[in-house]
């Protein structure tokens, strides 16, 4: 069965500062999407940046960009210039195709004014 | 406005006592799924449903119960309610079965408290 891994229940940042969530996961597919959701206190679930496993470039949106490590099974999240609307709960997901979507088990981000 | 759509938005029940959770989507998506969050345990899938009259279990079915009439509508339906139940549920829908192709759209959550 596939897994997903948050290591990071909690985190905090300075606004304007640069943080970095960890993520890793467990499949033996060779294709499959990772995915990074925003869950900030309105509880409404966002998608933030999407990988797909054969690309070898890392995904980026905007201030958001994940360093993909398909070797290692590591799929973090690098927040840049962080501001105080980051303030949310980040689920790492993947889905490997035949099963349906798994999360990891979110890492709380409070920004710092 | 293309969404996800859950009824009602909060639910304070009693053990025992039938309830339905509804979900609507607008968007034509064949996929749509039930999730509860529990803190500490991130999002958990309770079924899924990939077409209409086609649903399957996801990880943790029990004590719910699911239909697939029409396309847009996947309601969440509890027999019996406990406590154990008591936590924040989410309907999702995608385009597709699964994500790979389209993003899941969430619905807004519904907080539910069993007495």
């Known amino acids: 069965a596939q897994t997903v891994t948050q290591s990071q229940p909690e985190m905090s940042v300075q606004e304007a500062e640069t943080v970095t969530l960890s993520c890793t996961y467990d499949?033996?597919?060779?294709?499959?999407?990772l995915f990074w959701y925003k869950q900030p206190p309105s509880r409404q679930m966002i998608l933030v940046i999407r990988q797909e496993a054969y690309k070898q470039q890392n995904a980026t949106e905007n201030r958001f960009s994940v360093n993909f490590q398909k070797a290692a099974k590591s799929f973090s999240l690098k927040i840049s210039d962080s501001q105080l609307g980051d303030t949310a709960m980040y689920f790492c997901?993947?889905?490997?195709?035949?099963?349906?979507?798994?999360f990891g088990k979110g890492t709380r981000l409070s920004v710092i004014a | 406005e293309a969404q996800v759509t859950q009824n009602p938005r909060y639910l304070i029940t009693v053990t025992g006592k039938k309830l339905t959770v509804t979900c609507s989507q607008n968007m034509n998506h064949e996929y749509m799924s039930w999730y509860r969050q529990d803190p500490g345990l991130g999002l958990r899938q309770i079924y899924y449903?990939?077409?209409?009259?086609?649903?399957d279990k996801g990880d943790v079915p029990e004590g719910y119960k699911v239909s697939r009439k029409e396309k847009r509508n996947f309601p969440l339906i509890l027999e019996s309610p406990s406590p154990n139940q008591t936590s924040l549920y989410f309907c999702a829908s995608s385009l597709f079965w699964t994500s790979r192709y389209n993003e899941q759209f969430f619905g807004p959550g519904t907080r539910l408290t069993v007495l």
């Open positions: 499949t033996s597919e060779s294709n499959y999407y």
């Open positions: 997901a993947s889905d490997v195709g035949n099963t349906p979507l798994v």
């Open positions: 449903s990939m077409n209409v009259e086609v649903t």
